[in-house]
């Protein structure tokens, strides 16, 4: 497509969005390009944008599903038409964290760009063919666009080691916070707490299959050396924000686990005397395991998951993406948002 533009909600500084038209990219040797079918809303996203960590210039949006609409030199393998997600790129498989199947914090690799870049909030991209999924003809493309954050899901549960029987607290009940909760039913995980100050969310993690959804307030502060009444097993702090983990921490059981999945703009105090004498595991979860995308499609195709629950019924175009984010942050939508590649005011 020589000199070609497309529609691209381009991130401007002071915590605006604006769509632009950009030139759309050519496959470069080795590359396919990608017609953006949906791209979902990241609680990353979230960040980058209302706490104005991005660069200016930059396309945010890394959660997305589409359709190959051409091929770059030397690809074999693909055709126009096929309907994909992009996994990651591979660790070196040889360092300490890839024989440990933590492939997203592998030593030998480059460090990424954290603050801007050229995402999926537009109407075409470039990926590494290398990287395609190809997509099951059972499973919608829209669906698909929830793999990333799926395939986090899946790693988040694996490094816990949560099992069935075990007593879990979830607190966060956005959209991360409700696909962690989806998936760990998935896996036969049936006991379950959520904990969401915000009514809609709460009522949100019934329906996607928590046992109970209880405000913030209700969990109780541990005395010093004593477990709370009704302590946890394993704990998965989805919200990002300090006071909740604080809280949580509080109500981990002895030997328990205790992960740190939402990133967040204030950092909680860790009581680490507790830590100690409970012989707490306290783990950060960043991405995937090495075969992550594969699982999450499966998983995603398997019937499994409720994905209606899971994925905001009205999805939004590029024009909406800013005010869309800002009721996200105000826990106004439960679900995850799918952003499509249009310009609905245009």
């Not at 109970?212 to 919200?239: H, K, M, N, W």
């Not at 002895?254 to 999945?261: D, N, R, S």
């Not at 950092?267 to 004498?277: G, K």
């Not at 594969?294 to 175009?317: E, F, K, N, Y």
Request: with cysteine; hydrophobic share 45%; proline share 5%.
């Amino acid at each position: 497509m020589p000199g070609a533009t497309m529609p691209a909600a381009v991130y401007v500084g002071d915590g605006r969005i604006e769509v632009q038209q950009l030139d759309v990219p050519e496959p470069a040797a080795g590359e396919v390009l990608v017609e953006v079918s949906h791209c979902g809303i990241c609680g990353t996203d979230l960040h980058l944008v209302l706490q104005q960590y991005a660069r200016p210039g930059s396309v945010l949006g890394h959660e997305w599903a589409g359709t190959v609409v051409a091929t770059g030199a030397g690809v074999t393998g693909w055709a126009v038409g096929e309907r994909i997600v992009a996994g990651p790129r591979g660790g070196c498989g040889d360092c300490y964290a890839c024989r440990r199947d933590r492939p997203s914090v592998c030593r030998s690799r480059a460090r990424g760009d954290m603050l801007g870049g050229r995402g999926a909030y537009c109407r075409y991209v470039t990926v590494d063919a290398a990287r395609l999924l190809r997509l099951p003809d059972t499973l919608s493309t829209r669906a698909a666009a929830l793999s990333e954050p799926t395939a986090i899901a899946l790693h988040t549960i694996s490094l816990s080691g949560v099992a069935p029987g075990d007593r879990v607290l979830v607190t966060g009940g956005g959209p991360v916070g409700l696909l962690t909760t989806a998936v760990l039913g998935a896996q036969g995980v049936a006991d379950v707490t959520v904990s969401e100050p915000s009514a809609v969310r709460r009522a949100q993690a019934l329906t996607v299959g928590a046992r109970r959804a209880i405000e913030p307030t209700v969990l109780e502060r541990a005395a010093i050396g004593q477990p709370v009444a009704e302590p946890y097993d394993v704990i998965f702090e989805c919200s990002g924000v300090a006071a909740a983990a604080e809280r949580a921490l509080d109500q981990l059981d002895e030997a328990g686990t205790f992960v740190f999945v939402g990133t967040g703009h204030d950092w909680p105090r860790v009581n680490h005397n507790r830590a100690i004498i409970f012989e707490m595991t306290i783990l950060g979860a960043y991405n995937y395991n090495a075969d992550g995308f594969a699982g999450a499609v499966a998983l995603l195709d398997s019937g499994r998951l409720p994905l209606d629950a899971l994925i905001a019924p009205i999805d939004v175009g590029l024009d909406a993406l800013g005010v869309t984010m800002e009721r996200l942050s105000r826990a106004e939508i439960a679900g995850k948002v799918m952003v499509r590649p249009t310009v609905e005011g245009g």
